[in-house]
């Protein structure tokens, strides 16, 4: 292995190590030498390549951030419905965050540290217009294929975006990270929403599901 890939192991290591650490105990109360030792290194190891944790969950949430972009920056497929694209992301979005629990903690952690700091606020914003962009775009098109009611795009995709972070939320409330409603129901509560009003009320989104086409 070379000095640069051993480095960049090296690094990847700690930030494994952080993350672990900041979900569990807190940004606040996360040292260093909390970080060195979950990554069974020495504090020295760790400050050699990081000489403060402002650094490292920066670069936490610059992988959080481009990770989320990879996975959701594509193009929907045209050919299907625009109803049939939501269900599939909201499907999609949920499922990940059953899969990753330690990134949804991480979201949730910066959600809270974004009320204190505009830098953190800055990154959530640009995490948040990843997702909404995507939503927000299948959204249009349905509105103009007459699939969904009228509504400005953005406002419905945030509110989708709402819905869909709430139920991530309860992940950390379940033992083995389970969703409380399963991402089919959620998707097909997503669509509904879409189609019967741009205002849909949370007893509207409680109602039992009509099966997607």
């Not at 972009?69 to 193009?75: G, K, L, V």
Request: charged share 25%; net charge neutral; hydrophobic share 40%.
């Amino acid at each position: 292995m070379t000095r640069q890939r051993s480095d960049d192991h090296r690094k990847q290591q700690i930030l494994a190590a952080a993350t672990r650490c900041f979900v569990r105990r807190g940004y606040a109360a996360t040292r260093l030498l909390d970080i060195a030792r979950e990554a069974g290194l020495s504090k020295g190891g760790v400050y050699f390549h990081y000489r403060a944790k402002e650094q490292l969950f920066h670069d936490i949430l610059e992988n959080l951030s481009k990770s989320l972009e990879a996975r959701w920056s594509f193009d929907t497929i045209s050919e299907q419905s625009a109803d049939r694209s939501v269900g599939q992301l909201v499907k999609a979005h949920l499922r990940t965050m059953q899969d990753e629990p330690e990134e949804v903690q991480l979201h949730n952690l910066l959600v809270a540290m974004a009320v204190q700091d505009p830098l953190f606020r800055d990154k959530l914003e640009e995490i948040t217009r990843i997702m909404r962009g995507l939503y927000a775009g299948v959204i249009e098109r349905g509105i103009t294929e007459g699939v969904f009611s009228p509504g400005d795009p953005n406002t419905l995709a945030i509110a989708v975006l709402a819905y869909v972070h709430g139920l991530g939320s309860f992940t950390v409330l379940d033992a083995e990270g389970r969703l409380p409603v399963p991402p089919e129901a959620a998707a097909e509560h997503v669509v509904r929403m879409l189609k019967r009003h741009s205002s849909a009320s949370a007893v509207e989104f409680a109602a039992e599901p009509h099966k997607l086409n």
